[in-house]
């Protein structure tokens, strides 16, 4: 049987100010351009079928791998056949990973069926991974011991500074950096805004920004590889 990705997927499409929001386009085609050859990806999100796309990140990336991702006719089925995360189940993934977009920290983050299912994917010793926004969807996983899997463990996400650089501080219900640093996480970054930055931590896998989106599909696929 094929060793499969489950990729999670906002289903928010405003933010708090009302703005258009979703999933971040590179975010998603990145990592799956990586990883869609050596895996089965499913793709599922807490209202199942065709979670919204970040309008904005469509007309900004018009790069070959964001382009083919949009237009393939197997993810748009995948879309079209997006598991609900209540009809997930664990056993049937190797790793789970959260696109980014401003959505995630809107509709995930408060999920608690999300939550229960991050938690149990990390409890099982799989990998829990996130891009950009997506760390938001991981604040209410927990370990074995009841406590957030960001305490004491190196992570990064989308930083302040970048957030205030596309303005977007009131769009969301928190900093996504100074969120999970009160978790008890210890916030890394790249040393300029928008550079690469992914720390893998045991089995959580965190990504800062849509940079780092191609170099989080390679470092899930190293640690799964090995």
């Given at each position: 049987?094929?060793?499969?990705?489950?990729?999670?997927?906002?289903?928010?499409?405003?933010?708090?100010?009302?703005?258009?929001?979703?999933?971040y386009l590179p975010e998603a085609a990145h990592p799956y351009h990586v990883l869609?050859?050596?895996?089965?990806?499913?793709?599922?999100?807490?209202?199942?079928?065709n979670p919204p796309v970040d309008e904005s990140s469509v007309q900004m990336f018009?790069?070959?791998?964001?382009?083919?991702?949009?237009n393939d006719p197997v993810v748009k089925t995948k879309f079209e056949h997006a598991k609900k995360l209540s009809d997930v189940k664990v056993d049937d993934y190797e790793a789970i990973f959260y696109v980014g977009g401003h959505g995630p920290v809107i509709d995930l983050s408060k999920d608690p069926v999300n939550a229960?299912?991050?938690?149990?994917?990390?409890?099982?010793?799989k990998i829990v991974s996130a891009v950009c926004h997506g760390p938001a969807a991981l604040v209410g996983a927990t370990?074995?011991?009841?406590?957030?899997?960001?305490?004491g463990k190196p992570?990064?996400?989308f930083s302040n500074a970048e957030e205030r650089?596309?303005?977007?501080?009131?769009?969301?219900p928190f900093l996504l950096e100074d969120k999970i640093?009160?978790?008890?996480?210890?916030?890394?970054?790249?040393?300029?805004?928008?550079?690469?930055?992914?720390?893998?931590?045991g089995n959580l896998i965190t990504g800062q920004n849509p940079a780092s989106a191609e170099p989080i599909g390679r470092a899930i696929l190293q640690t799964l590889q090995r």
């Open positions: 049987m094929a060793r499969s990705i489950l990729f999670v997927f906002t289903s928010a499409d405003r933010t708090l100010s009302g703005a258009q929001t979703g999933w869609s050859s050596h895996f089965n990806i499913d793709f599922a999100s807490p209202l199942g079928p018009k790069d070959p791998q964001s382009v083919d991702f949009l229960g299912l991050a938690s149990e994917f990390y409890r099982a010793g370990d074995g011991d009841g406590k957030s899997i960001f305490a992570f990064t996400g650089a596309v303005d977007k501080v009131n769009d969301i640093q009160s978790l008890g996480g210890h916030y890394e970054k790249a040393d300029e805004p928008w550079g690469v930055k992914v720390v893998v931590a």
